[in-house]
Each structure stands twice: as structure tokens, then as C-alpha cells.
């Protein structure tokens, strides 16, 4: 234990069992996951280090660790970093020429490259580019509070900052996530947000239906490399709005689900289940007030309530009975004290905080629900809120109630995707709770349980309990306990289709449910894919139109006027011709439903009328640009 007021722990390499603890006053290092620590701040020359982002460790399961110094900005040049590539054994001391202003960016393939973001203004400055050395800065705002004044400017460079070209200025802001780059720039009194792929050299207007006549918030809700979700908030303070799904440029956004809840604190519960693909969840605001979840199985094309838990019943006097999920709002407000949990090595598991009824309830004391094929089925677990961490790639679940003002000394475990649980008592001096901690990555089973006990000094005592359930599960899985599980498998249906998500079905290689034993670091997910015909389900409703209810079909808008759309891109203007449909991207379905007329494209120079002769040329891209009045944040 420590006496410090605060601290935080990182987590160094993969199957290390290195782990960082600073309490801001000593730095301490762990070599036997959390079991024992060691005070290094003779290491760092007893520098204090910084409370914000004092540690930075490398990606994946990098050795590389930099810490950076509690230094004042006013009599020093710049800050100081101690960089580590052997997991914080030793420490190499760097003087910067300036001031960090977020935390150190690791490359993510390239642990030695480095990005960061200076307060400092003045031409010339260097940042790091690897652990033990410097480069020129990739990217300088000359002018303070630039983006205040739309003053920012967007270079890109692809030789490590040796040349620069300029993509875009008079910009707000901009950010990034996925394979997309977002710029806000003002032109002609508009303020319009700008797209981009990585491997794309021009920026395009995104293009949102009906944004025209306000100034609108809306925000990137999650992206990868081929679709960005966004969501657009109604007029006025009104709590909710439209998500919208994008093409795989980016630019080209079509409806994806009405009255979206978006709260005043800018919160979303929108969630990304990472063990099934496909798969994302979140909350409406319905016309009566009432919060209700939804979850989509095909990246947003269809939203549908969840089912109840076949263990848990509604009340009487409810007519609609559904399971609803607490997210981001919950947790905000205290309500819960996690998010719903899911890793892409526990194929289909995902736990969460929820309750069951006609809508999402403010009780402060939810329950703990879990799903194993990935949110089609759920069951009620534990009474009560939890802390939870899924372990061994989902073959071990444990928890710990979360006590408002009690104290702690029990943890409960389960081996089979929490159908039992089991109690274990860690301490005989119950603490109060601070956290859990494991490695990242799941493949762990060791947990450490944090807290703290108040001493009679009133300092407060850290204290760290670290759990190893390698002496529970002491069996290696053997080719038996394991099973064939098809993902997005409702057992109904035609066979044939019974499966196929975006396009294809996917046979997982997990472990059963009544297999007593652990997966182990070398468990890789094992899984075989096979194509699917194509239906109305592997598309999502083009620019104009939309599902109605729970319809596949997609119709026409109310108020667009007919189906050809003009676009003006790079001095050129092209009439589209949508059938109403366009692809889900990274959709791998082959024949079956193809939408009729295919999208005819008529390219001609911006301004000039149409020709009343064929076209001369044509394509099939489904792209249409408008200039939103719009606000990014």
C-alpha cells in the first residue's frame, strides 16, 4: 500500500506481468501481476510525475513505456519524458524543446514513432519521432486558438514529414477515427464538414440529409475502415436525433434510426458489441418519453428491441416486456458503474448492466444480464451492479458488487458465461473498492482487486489483491471441450440462410459451456466463412429513402421530389439514378437480390444544362454532396 491521494496503473507487454503504478509522489513497478511492487523512483531521478497522462505504454504487447514529468511550463523550455524499451528496467531521460498538450501517441505498428500535440506556438519546434531520438513536427498551428477562428490548416505528409502537401485550411476543427479524417471548414458563410479516407489525397463534403436550414450538432458515433456512424441531433435541446450510416468514402450518409438518444451532457450509449461482428446497440427516445434499447444485427440496417430474459419477468401490469440496457447516460449519472463489456476473443459474449419492463428504468439498482451469442438472447446473472472482467478469451467472468459506501473483501467467479457463480472471500480486511485491473487483452487469469482502507491518520492506505485463477483451472482444453457455434444462428428458417450476416456466415471454434478448463495465452479464435446469397438485408436504403417500420423494403422520402440527383464534384456535376438500394459495406454476399435500375451516372461540367441525348459515359457510383449548415464537436 501506498499513502498517495491518487494513483493509476498501466499495464506493460502481453504475458509480462509488468505493471505500472504511480501514485504521483513514487513510481512503482510489478513484475508478478500486481502480487508485489517496487519502488523505481531512483530510476527517474525522483521526478514527480505528471496526474493527466503521465504514463504511456506501447501498443500491444510493446515494451516501450514513457513517462512524462510534472514540469512548470512557465520556467522551463519544455517538458521531459524518461523513456523505457524493456518495460521500465531501465529509463533514458529526454529534454524536450517544448510542452506536451495531450498524452504521447504510439504508432501502432511502430511502437518507435511517436506523435504528439505542443501548446507551443513559435515555427521550428521538434517533437520525438522514436523512443531515442527526434524529428521535425508533423503538423504546426502557427496561431493561438486558431481553431476558434477557423484558422487551422490540414497538411499531409507520406515521408515522415520530410514534405508537406496542404489538404484543406480555414479549418475548425478536425479528428479522426477508423480510416476516415473529419475537417470543419466555413466556406461561403456555411460551415460544412469535409471527409476523407486515408488513402484518398481529396477532401469531399459529407453529405447529411436535411441539415439546411439549422445550425446542427452532430458527432461521429464509430468508424472503421469502410463505414462511419453519425449521429445528428434534432432542433433545439431535444435529447434525441437521427443516426445516419455512411458509404465507404464517407461521404454519402443514409438513415439508420429515428429518435436516437443523445443526452445534454453529449452522451451517447451507443456500443460497439466487439464479440460478434455486425452487431451494435443503443437507446431511443420514444414520443411518450420513454428510453427504450435497440440492437442491430447487419451495422445499423435494422434496429429491433431485445428479447426478454427467459429467467426474469416483467410486472404485471407491463405490456410490452423487454430487456433495455444501460450505457454511457447510466454510468454518467451513477447509475451504473460499467458500460456493457464485450472482447473480440470472447466470440458472442457481452455482459451489461439492464432491467427488463416497457422501458429503460432509473432504478439505482440494475441488474447484471448476459448474452452468448452476441445480444439475440439474454439471461439475468447477478443481482445488483457489478464491476465485471472477462478473462481467458471468455472461458472466466468475475465480478464485484459495487458498494456504494460498504466495503469489500468478496469476489465472484464464473466458468460458464455466468449461468453459476462462485464466491471467493481475498481478504480478510474488507477495503473500499477502487477497481479492477487485469492485463489487457483477456488471455490473463490473474485479476487485481484495488482499493483503499482509511488509516488513523486519516491518510488513505492503497492496497492491491491480486487473484490467480490458474490455481482454480488448472486443466489445459482439450479438441472435447470444445464445439462448433454458427454466429447470427436463430435455429429457424431456411437452412440455407440461417446465418448469413453482411453476406457471408461465420462458424466459430469456441469453448462449451460445461468445459471446466482454461483456454490458456496460445488460444486464437478459430473460425471458417462461407458466402450467402444476396437479399434485401445486405443493403442499406440509399440517399432519399428509408424502412418503413420493420420492413426490408426501402421507400421513397416524403419530400424528396424525385430519383435523380445532381452533384457537383471537382467542377463536374453527375445526375444519379438510385434504385433506392446501395451495398452494406464490406458486404460479401454473391447474386441473389439485385436492386433495379442499376445507379446510371451523367457526368458533365458544373453549370452546363443537361443534354436531352443518352449520356455518354456512365459508371455506377452512388455519390451525392450537399453543403450542410452544420457544427461539429
Given amino acids: 500500500g501506498d499513502d498517495g491521494s491518487s494513483f493509476t496503473l498501466t499495464w506493460v507487454g502481453d504475458g509480462t506481468g509488468v505493471?505500472?503504478?504511480?501514485?504521483?509522489?513514487?513510481?512503482?513497478?510489478?513484475?508478478?501481476?500486481?502480487?508485489?511492487?517496487?519502488?523505481?523512483?531512483?530510476?527517474?531521478?525522483?521526478?514527480?510525475?505528471?496526474?493527466?497522462?503521465?504514463?504511456?505504454?506501447?501498443?500491444?504487447?510493446?515494451?516501450?513505456?514513457?513517462?512524462?514529468?510534472d514540469t512548470p511550463v512557465v520556467d522551463n523550455p519544455g517538458g521531459v519524458i524518461f523513456t523505457s524499451t524493456d518495460a521500465g528496467v531501465t529509463f533514458k531521460s529526454i529534454q524536450l524543446p517544448f510542452h506536451l498538450a495531450q498524452p504521447i501517441t504510439f504508432h501502432f505498428h511502430n511502437p518507435d514513432y511517436l506523435v504528439v500535440i505542443s501548446i507551443d506556438v513559435s515555427p521550428g519546434k521538434y517533437c520525438p519521432r522514436q523512443v531515442s531520438s527526434c524529428c521535425k513536427v508533423l503538423f504546426l498551428v502557427p496561431v493561438v486558438e486558431a481553431d476558434r477562428r477557423g484558422e487551422l490548416q490540414l497538411k499531409r505528409t507520406e515521408d515522415l514529414g520530410k514534405t508537406f502537401t496542404t489538404i484543406a485550411e480555414n479549418i475548425f476543427s478536425f479528428g479522426y477515427i477508423g480510416g476516415f479524417l473529419f475537417t470543419s471548414v466555413m466556406e461561403d458563410l456555411v460551415r460544412c464538414t469535409y471527409t476523407n479516407t486515408v488513402s484518398q489525397h481529396a477532401h469531399h463534403c459529407m453529405d447529411i440529409p436535411y441539415l439546411i436550414h439549422f445550425t446542427i450538432f452532430y458527432s461521429v458515433l464509430d468508424g472503421d475502415e469502410d463505414m462511419i456512424f453519425m449521429h445528428v441531433d434534432n432542433p433545439g435541446d431535444t435529447f434525441f436525433g437521427t443516426m445516419y450510416t455512411s458509404d465507404d468514402r464517407g461521404i454519402l450518409y443514409s438513415k439508420s434510426l429515428e429518435r436516437h438518444l443523445f443526452g445534454g451532457q453529449r452522451k451517447s450509449d451507443f456500443t460497439n458489441i466487439t464479440s460478434l461482428r455486425g452487431v451494435y446497440l443503443t437507446n431511443k427516445l420514444e414520443e411518450d418519453g420513454r428510453i427504450r434499447s435497440v440492437i442491430s444485427f447487419d451495422r445499423g440496417g435494422q434496429w429491433r428491441l431485445l428479447t426478454k430474459p427467459e429467467n426474469v419477468e416483467c410486472g404485471e401490469n407491463v405490456k410490452n416486456c423487454n430487456l433495455h440496457i444501460h450505457g454511457e447516460h447510466s454510468r454518467y449519472n451513477r447509475i451504473t458503474?460499467?458500460?456493457?463489456?464485450?472482447?473480440?476473443?470472447?466470440?458472442?459474449?457481452?455482459?451489461?448492466?439492464?432491467?427488463?419492463?416497457?422501458?429503460?428504468?432509473?432504478?439505482?439498482?440494475?441488474?447484471?444480464?448476459?448474452?452468448?451469442?452476441?445480444?439475440y438472447n439474454w439471461r439475468g446473472t447477478l443481482r445488483g451492479p457489478h464491476h465485471y472482467s472477462i478473462l481467458d478469451s471468455g472461458g472466466l467472468i468475475v465480478a464485484v458488487e459495487a458498494q456504494h459506501e460498504g466495503q469489500v473483501k468478496t469476489i465472484k467467479f464464473s466458468t460458464d458465461e455466468g449461468q453459476c457463480w462462485k464466491a471467493y472471500n481475498f481478504t480478510e480486511q474488507p477495503f473500499f473498492f477502487a477497481g479492477l485491473a487485469s492485463e489487457p487483452g483477456t488471455k490473463a487469469m490473474n485479476i487485481s482487486v484495488w482499493g483503499y482502507r482509511p488509516e488513523d491518520d486519516g491518510q488513505p492506505m492503497w492496497v492491491a489483491v491480486t487473484i490467480d485463477f490458474q490455481s482454480l483451472l488448472t486443466r489445459e482444453c482439450k479438441d472435447q471441450d470444445y464445439e462448433e457455434w454458427l454466429a447470427h444462428s436463430t435455429g429457424q428458417g431456411d437452412p440455407k440462410t440461417d446465418g448469413c450476416v453482411l453476406g457471408y456466415k461465420e462458424t466459430f471454434r469456441r469453448l462449451k459451456k460445461l468445459s471446466v478448463c482454461r483456454n490458456g495465452r496460445d488460444y486464437v479464435v478459430s473460425r471458417k466463412q462461407s458466402p450467402c446469397r444476396c437479399t434485401r438485408e445486405d443493403y442499406l436504403c440509399d440517399y432519399g429513402y428509408y424502412r418503413h417500420g420493420n420492413s426490408s423494403e426501402c421507400v421513397r422520402q416524403p419530400n424528396t421530389a424525385d430519383q435523380t440527383l445532381e452533384v457537383c464534384l471537382n467542377g463536374e456535376e453527375e445526375e444519379l439514378l438510385t434504385s433506392g438500394y446501395r451495398k452494406v459495406p464490406s458486404d460479401r454476399c454473391e447474386g441473389g437480390f439485385t436492386p433495379q435500375p442499376r445507379a446510371e451516372t451523367i457526368v458533365r461540367p458544373c453549370g452546363e444544362k443537361p443534354s436531352q441525348s443518352p449520356p455518354a459515359s456512365h459508371s455506377s457510383s452512388n455519390t451525392h454532396f450537399d453543403t450542410p449548415v452544420s457544427e461539429t464537436v
Avoid at 460499467?338 to 472482447?343: A, D, G, H, W
Wanted: hydrophobic share 35%; proline share 6%.
Fill in 19 to 69: 505493471s505500472e503504478q504511480l501514485d504521483f509522489i513514487s513510481s512503482l513497478i510489478s513484475t508478478d501481476y500486481g502480487k508485489s511492487f517496487h519502488d523505481i523512483s531512483h530510476r527517474i531521478n525522483n521526478t514527480f510525475i505528471r496526474k493527466e497522462y503521465g504514463v504511456s505504454a506501447g501498443p500491444g504487447n510493446s515494451l516501450h513505456v514513457i513517462l512524462t514529468a
Fill in 337 to 375: 458503474p460499467m458500460l456493457p463489456l464485450s472482447e473480440p476473443t470472447a466470440i458472442g459474449l457481452v455482459i451489461a448492466h439492464g432491467g427488463v419492463g416497457d422501458s429503460l428504468s432509473s432504478s439505482q439498482h440494475p441488474d447484471v444480464f448476459v448474452s452468448s451469442d452476441g445480444g
